[in-house]
């Protein structure tokens, strides 16, 4: 059984139970530890945030990202129906392209990127959510939105040209009240 994403077999059909259980594998090998760092990683990087909305950000991040590896880890769901495996290749590629070039920068960001890693193709892939969960605030007073169906992120077009934003693989669509 493969354990990694980097060592699934892009050529091949995957399913979805196939990739829960490899994301499983990966949470299960972050450590308490790496848990605690990455949300410190958080709460600092929180400081940067404009104050009237520093709480909801992190709440937002914390259940969206650190609060996930538990939902994983235990998700029994039996999924149905297989991965479209170019895009999930261009996921794992471009999310293996961040961190490299991230840990070059500044290493103390690697247990925080991690777990980003594991959740976005978790959500994306597996839940079929957006990264960011319903509710996610942004500057101005905008957040995630599920309206009829769809997800509706307030910075997709804004960020889709980014390197270094997962907003190219995201389902949610640029929310056009913004």
Do not use: W
């Amino acid at each position: 059984m493969v354990h990694k994403l980097e060592n699934l077999d892009f050529t091949t059909e995957i399913t979805i139970k196939e990739l829960l259980l490899v994301l499983k594998k990966e949470a299960s090998d972050i450590s308490v530890t790496e848990i605690m760092t990455a949300h410190s990683y958080l709460v600092a990087e929180g400081k940067y945030v404009q104050g009237n909305y520093r709480e909801e950000y992190l709440r937002a991040y914390v259940k969206g990202f650190i609060l996930r590896l538990k939902e994983i880890k235990e998700n029994k769901h039996k999924f149905k129906g297989t991965i479209n495996v170019s895009e999930l290749k261009e996921a794992v590629e471009l999310l293996n392209e961040q961190e490299n070039a991230l840990l070059k920068i500044r290493s103390k960001e690697s247990h925080f990127f991690k777990i980003y890693k594991i959740i976005s193709i978790y959500t994306t892939f597996v839940l079929d959510e957006p990264i960011h969960i319903v509710g996610t605030p942004f500057p101005g007073g905008f957040e995630v939105k599920y309206k009829n169906g769809t997800y509706f992120c307030p910075v997709k077009d804004k960020q889709k040209d980014n390197p270094g934003a997962v907003c190219g693989f995201c389902i949610a669509e640029q929310d056009e009240d913004v």
